[in-house]
């Protein structure tokens, strides 16, 4: 529920990327991902792109670096949506 409320001031694809970053095998995670982006189509993958995309450029300003993990599953995802993206042109 608090989610839900919070969710109307941060955005569905903020929530969505906190969802998927609680799945720790990554094959699950992704097949997740896999499954919302069909659902909820190209426009939907363009507001997640942008939302990884804010969050690798703000990881490279963290001093000392930011969690390695969490790195690596952004950029994961991230590069999933790009394939959805480009099969979907």
Do not use: M, W
Not at 59 to 69: L, Q, R
């Amino acid at each position: 529920r608090i989610l839900e409320e919070l969710g109307k001031g941060i955005g569905e694809g903020a929530i969505v990327l906190g969802q998927l970053l609680g799945y720790d095998d990554k094959a699950e995670r992704l097949a997740v991902l896999d499954a919302g982006l069909a659902v909820r189509g190209i426009e939907f993958a363009y507001e997640l792109s942008a939302l990884t995309g804010e969050a690798l450029e703000g990881f490279k300003a963290v001093k000392g670096g930011a969690d390695p993990g969490l790195v690596a599953s952004i950029e994961e995802i991230d590069a999933r949506i790009g394939l959805f993206v480009e099969k979907s042109k």
